[in-house]
């Protein structure tokens, strides 16, 4: 009896080639964001990871992840690009923006980005349409009744974003909230809590890094924080070690390569 043929492989997305099926590179996502029971577990390091998969699974230009603690106003802890990076710390500045109502009214936002006044967001829409970007969708990160966080959606082609992404990028939350859960048997709140301060307080000095990088080397930040992260990883390093030895001296990073600094 013939064997049930596998799906062929889908073509490159526009966030990079894949030879894998969307149901494997889902698969692998997930199981990739569950992996947190390790002694070395570094939550600066997996937030990235988390807006790397938004970039990979779903049809969007960038992505970023806001967190909050108890009682606390929400900061960003993740982001895929620089431009991003700054439409999110200039959404938190100005209080209003689709990702601070999806927040704080624990629902997940659509907005349309264009020339025109938003006057729900009348501040944050001209930011964000000067910034390249169409629309964005918002998807909270929930722990039982509990919002901790969102992931920010940003796309720049036309449109909002497809129902199937939106349903995915759920998922991604969820598993989000759940992998945080997970990563140690302590006190639930407890630890959710210490995970949290750690991500705001390395992402500190991640971002000293990238700017001392930046400077020295005289390149653009995105890739001064690809270089950075290449290098914890192919030194078995965590990243926020790896930010504090650069800024503190103890470890230099040679100046980028031509075909370095050229990456995508």
């Known amino acids: 009896m013939p064997s049930t043929p596998l799906p062929s492989p889908e073509p490159p997305s526009a966030n990079g080639p894949s030879g894998l099926t969307r149901e494997a590179r889902i698969t692998a996502a997930l199981i990739d964001l569950a992996d947190t029971l390790v002694d070395d577990f570094d939550p600066a390091e997996f937030f ?11 049809d969007i230009g960038d992505a970023g992840v806001m967190l909050a603690l108890p009682d606390q106003p929400l900061h960003l802890v993740a982001s895929s690009s620089e431009q991003v990076r700054l439409v999110e710390l200039f959404e ?6 689709p990702c601070y109502t999806a927040f704080h009214e624990a629902v997940p936002v659509d907005h349309a980005i264009d020339d025109r006044t938003s006057p ?22 929930r722990l039982r009744k509990a919002t901790i966080g969102v992931l920010n959606l940003f796309r720049r082609t036309p449109g909002p974003l ?8 759920r998922a991604l939350a969820d598993a989000t909230a759940i992998s945080l859960l997970q990563q140690t048997t302590l006190d639930q709140h407890r630890t959710v809590r210490a995970q949290l301060e750690t991500a705001l ?21 995105d890739t001064a924080f690809r270089r950075l992260r290449a290098h914890a990883r192919h030194h078995q390093m965590r990243l926020a070690d790896l930010a504090h030895d650069i800024v503190d001296g103890t470890t230099t990073l040679p100046p980028p390569t031509d ?5 995508p």
């Open 259 to 263: 075909k370095t600094s050229s990456q």
């Open 201 to 221: 307080v390395t992402r500190t000095i991640i971002e000293q890094a990238k700017g001392f990088l930046t400077a020295r080397h005289q390149t653009d930040p």
């Open 162 to 169: 497809p129902e199937a992404d939106r349903h995915l990028a």
């Open 92 to 97: 938190l500045d100005a209080s209003e923006g």
């Open 120 to 141: 729900r967001w009348p501040r944050f829409t001209p930011r964000a349409h000067h910034a390249g970007y169409s629309s964005v969708h918002a998807t909270p990160i």
């Open 48 to 58: 990235y990871r988390v807006a790397e998969h938004c970039m990979d699974l779903l």
